[in-house]
């Protein structure tokens, strides 16, 4: 079992930056891929970002490729969300997953959730 609790999510304005934190509880925190999804209003929980268990390989959406960067500490049990240069379009909901199979984009592989942080960008 693994519990995930973001943090870090607030209003910045376009141009900005934010981390986002994720703390891990469980055993299998270390050998766990993790992802990053969001939620913006009205829309369908989408795919941000992933890492494998050891931080080595990493996956992007298009839409933040180049802007947020993922990482992981495993002493600290922690996934981190560095989002660069901020667009209104990223205003969501962000949430955390942890999944016991191997590194996905697909939201249906993770196991277990955060209950989200919001994220808003003014313009």
């Known amino acids: 079992q693994v519990q995930l609790v973001e943090s870090g999510g607030g209003l910045v304005q376009a141009g900005g930056s934010l981390r986002l934190s994720c703390a891990a509880s469980?055993?299998?925190?270390?050998?766990?891929?993790m992802g990053w999804f969001r939620r913006a209003p009205g829309k369908e929980r989408e795919f941000v970002a992933s890492?494998?268990?050891?931080?080595?390989?990493?996956y992007y959406a298009d839409s933040v490729k180049g802007r947020f960067t993922i990482s992981r500490d495993n002493a600290k049990s922690t996934v981190y969300l560095q989002m660069n240069n901020l667009k209104p379009e990223d205003t969501a909901v962000y949430y955390c997953?942890?999944?016991?199979?191997?590194?996905?984009?697909?939201?249906?592989?993770?196991?277990?959730w955060g209950q989200g942080t919001q994220v808003t960008v003014s313009s």
């Open positions: 997953a942890a999944t016991k199979g191997v590194l996905s984009s697909l939201k249906g592989a993770y196991n277990y």
């Open positions: 469980g055993r299998t925190f270390s050998s766990s891929a």
């Open positions: 890492i494998n268990w050891s931080g080595g390989t990493t």
